[in-house]
């Protein structure tokens, strides 16, 4: 079954530690990542994504993705987190392999400490 | 700047009643998809739309209907709204069905 799996629900940093979420997905054929992420009160909007080419893609506010399809992993970095990161981020694939479908992970709740 | 916009930010319902949730998108995508946002569930797909009058269900699409008339419009409806769709309810649009999605700010529903 297709599936992506977000193994840290909650996540707590102070500033300036360094995060890595990670994401394990199960889908068949070619496959399309992306990480989401929701800011507090605010909607849903792209962090990063991966097609083809570089298996190392940079999103916005510095954050960075690894495509490693031998584990069929996308994990989401920042060397050093800020305040400002706090919001939930969410991990998705969706492919070529003939379904439409967006598949989401569970979301991790990344709170940063001041 | 692209925008989903959805007509309800906070609607309160009773059981039994009819919901109507409204979206709009000013991108002129072909794709348009309505979600359901619970925590510790993450997204789910409820129903999608890849061109006017046409749509496909979605993973949960038991207790909702919709409607797309218009290229930029699609609607939600719970026919007889019940206590366990009290929910948080996000619209996207996408140009491609495989390509980025933009979200609208949702619309959380309490049904008493």
């Known amino acids: 079954a297709q599936s992506v799996s977000q193994h840290n629900h909650h996540v707590i940093l102070s500033e300036a530690a360094s995060l890595e979420l990670g994401c394990n997905y199960s889908?068949?054929?070619?496959?399309?990542l992306f990480w989401y992420v929701q800011y507090p009160g605010q909607h849903l909007q792209l962090l990063l994504k991966?097609?083809?080419?570089?298996?190392l893609v940079k999103g916005i506010k510095g954050f960075e993705a690894e495509f490693i399809k031998s584990k069929f992993s996308f994990n989401l970095r920042k060397p050093s987190v800020q305040w400002s990161d706090t919001a939930e981020y969410f991990c998705?694939?969706?492919?070529?392999?003939?379904?439409?479908?967006?598949?989401f992970g569970t979301g991790t709740r990344l709170k940063v400490l001041a | 700047d692209v925008k989903v916009t959805q007509s309800s930010r906070y609607l309160v319902k009773r059981t039994g009643e009819k919901v109507f949730l409204e979206c709009v998108q000013d991108?002129?995508?072909?794709?348009m998809f309505w979600y359901r946002q619970d925590p510790g569930l993450g997204l789910r797909l409820i129903y999608f739309?890849?061109?006017?009058?046409?749509?496909e269900k979605g993973d949960i699409p038991e207790g909702y209907s919709v409607s797309r008339e218009k290229k930029e419009r699609f609607s939600l409806i719970l026919e007889s709204a019940s206590t366990n769709q009290t929910s948080m309810y996000l619209c996207?649009?996408?140009?491609?069905?495989?390509?980025?999605?933009?979200f609208g700010e949702g619309s959380r529903l309490t049904v008493l």
């Open positions: 739309s890849y061109d006017v009058k046409m749509k």
């Open positions: 991108m002129d995508h072909e794709n």
């Open positions: 991966y097609f083809s080419g570089d298996p």
């Open positions: 889908y068949g054929g070619t496959v399309n």
């Open positions: 996207a649009s996408s140009e491609a069905l495989t390509g980025e999605l933009f």
């Open positions: 998705a694939v969706n492919g070529n392999s003939g379904t439409y479908k967006y598949i």
